[in-house]
């Protein structure tokens, strides 16, 4: 019979399955963590440095059949693209909408696009740009 307190003999029969499973652990929380932040960089980069292209409605007039939108973009230097906008009705449903594109080489253009509609408009609305 053996005593409660007796150890095995150490290295005799490997080392403890715990040991081997913390070890296990700590590499795969580690390799995850390494992924995490390199996809947080990845994302943060995309969207500080990748973003080309930003718009934003200044004003826009309402008539009978066509909403006039005036939009600023703002882009880097050649940056050529398009962008949509929408005319929504007071229930809210789009009753017209139109892509124009820009190829100016200026940082920043002022236009103002016309957007016929179906119905009388309420409101113009961004949807938003892309590059090409």
């Not at 307190?5 to 929380?29: F, H, I, M, N, Q």
């Not at 066509?66 to 230097?77: F, G, M, N, P, T």
């Not at 007071?90 to 139109?98: D, I, L, P, T, Y």
């Amino acid at each position: 019979m053996s005593v409660a307190g007796e150890k095995l003999p150490e290295g005799r029969y490997g080392r403890a399955a715990g040991e081997r499973s913390d070890r296990g652990l700590k590499t795969v929380g580690a390799v995850l963590g390494v992924g995490l932040v390199a996809m947080v960089g990845w994302f943060g980069y995309d969207y500080v440095g990748g973003q080309r292209i930003s718009a934003e409605v200044i004003k826009f007039d309402l008539a009978a059949d066509r909403v006039d939108v005036h939009l600023e973009v703002r882009k880097h230097d050649g940056a050529r693209g398009y962008c949509t906008v929408r005319a929504l009705a007071e229930s809210g449903a789009e009753v017209g909408r139109k892509e124009f594109r820009f190829d100016e080489p200026e940082t920043r253009v002022d236009r103002v696009v016309s957007v016929r509609t179906t119905e009388r408009a309420t409101a113009a609305e961004l949807l938003g740009c892309e590059a090409d």
